[in-house]
Each structure stands twice: as structure tokens, then as C-alpha cells.
């Protein structure tokens, strides 16, 4: 018996002490994100995450996609700002909507003008105020050319903070319409 609880004593002492095998690396598979993306514009999805495809490789409908795609993807980041209470589109942003009836006219892409308001006043109010003040980017859209059908409005009122903090540094990033591309 004691010599049994040896030999296993040994053998757990061997198995600790010798080194772990590795495996050889798997190719990775694409993220759920990377495929949605391959796929829209137009790359099959069994693309793995190091290849790159350049637009060259593409069929000429495929590289339309493709630009039209990373011109889109920018709306996310553009928002034009309020002042405290209004819903009237400054002057200031007049650029931003130039080029972004530019880019509607050129493109079928359809937007989501999303409204929204600082924390300050009710609920209610502050959604009326979003939809407002998208309403007023639309309507500029619209006179700079841009069609109506590629335009949809949306307000969040107070519910979508870009800062949370209760100043008026906060308050001004909050007063804003947030151009995004609507999902198909």
C-alpha cells in the first residue's frame, strides 16, 4: 500500500513538473461585429479579422457599397447644438448641413435625426423640445436639397446624456440633434 501511494505521489510530482504543451495558434474567426460589417460591404463573411480587402478587389456595385458605407458611418459623430430653450438651428452649423445634404442627395441612405435636451424641465417638455429641434435640422436638410423620405426624426428629451454632470459645460453637450444612420 505504501508503495502504491508512492508510485502516485511520484507520478503527480512528474505530471506538475513537466511543461505544458501549447498548441498552435487557431485562426481567428471573425467577430459577430466584423462579419456584420464585412458583410455590408460586400466581402464574405468567412473573412478573418487579419485579412484586408481593398476596394480594387471588389465588384464595382461592391466599392459603391463600400464608400457609401464609411461616408455613412461619420453621422455618428456629427451633431449640431442648441441653445438653452430653442429649437432654432444656428448659424454656425451651417456648413454641417451643407455637406450633409451633400451627402444625402449623392447617397440612398436614409438618417435618424435624434433630439435631445439638458436634464433641466420635465420629461414631457423635453421631448417635445428634441423633436423640435430635430424637426428644425430636417427642415434645413430639406431646403438644402435633401429628400424627405431619407430623413426620420426622433426625440430622447433628457434621456440620452452625452455628459452627466449638472453644469453648463453638460448642459450644452446635451442640447444637441445627433445625426445617425437609421438600420436597415
Same mark, same amino acid.
Given at each position: 500500500m505504501n508503495k502504491l501511494i508512492a508510485v502516485v505521489i511520484a507520478l503527480l510530482m512528474a505530471a506538475c513538473a513537466s511543461s505544458p504543451k501549447t498548441e498552435p495558434a487557431k485562426e481567428s474567426k471573425p467577430t459577430s461585429a466584423e462579419a456584420k460589417t464585412a458583410s455590408s460591404v460586400g466581402v464574405a463573411s468567412n473573412v478573418t479579422s487579419n485579412t484586408e480587402v481593398s476596394a480594387s478587389q471588389l465588384s464595382k456595385n461592391d466599392a459603391e457599397t463600400a464608400q457609401s458605407t464609411a461616408r455613412v458611418q461619420k453621422y455618428e459623430s456629427e451633431s449640431a447644438y442648441f441653445?438653452?430653450?430653442? =429649437? &432654432? +438651428?444656428? =448659424? &454656425?452649423?451651417?456648413?454641417?448641413? %451643407?455637406?450633409? #445634404?451633400?451627402?444625402? *442627395? $449623392?447617397?440612398? +441612405?436614409?438618417? !435618424?435625426?435624434?433630439?435631445?435636451?439638458?436634464?433641466? @424641465? $420635465? +420629461?414631457?417638455?423635453?421631448?417635445?423640445? @428634441?423633436? %423640435?429641434?430635430? *424637426?428644425? +435640422? *430636417?427642415? =434645413?436638410? !430639406? #431646403?438644402? @436639397?435633401a429628400s424627405k423620405s431619407q430623413i426620420m426624426v426622433i426625440s430622447y428629451g433628457k434621456e440620452k446624456p452625452r455628459l452627466d454632470c449638472h453644469e453648463e459645460k453638460c448642459w450644452h453637450e446635451n442640447r444637441r440633434v445627433d445625426f445617425v444612420q437609421a438600420q436597415n
Open positions: 441653445d438653452f430653450d430653442k =429649437s &432654432e +438651428v444656428k =448659424s &454656425e452649423f451651417n456648413a454641417l448641413l %451643407k455637406k450633409e #445634404a451633400a451627402i444625402l *442627395k $449623392t447617397n440612398k +441612405v436614409t438618417i !435618424v435625426l435624434q433630439g435631445n435636451a439638458d436634464e433641466r @424641465g $420635465t +420629461v414631457a417638455y423635453n421631448k417635445v423640445l @428634441g423633436l %423640435k429641434r430635430a *424637426k428644425a +435640422v *430636417k427642415r =434645413s436638410l !430639406v #431646403a438644402l @436639397g
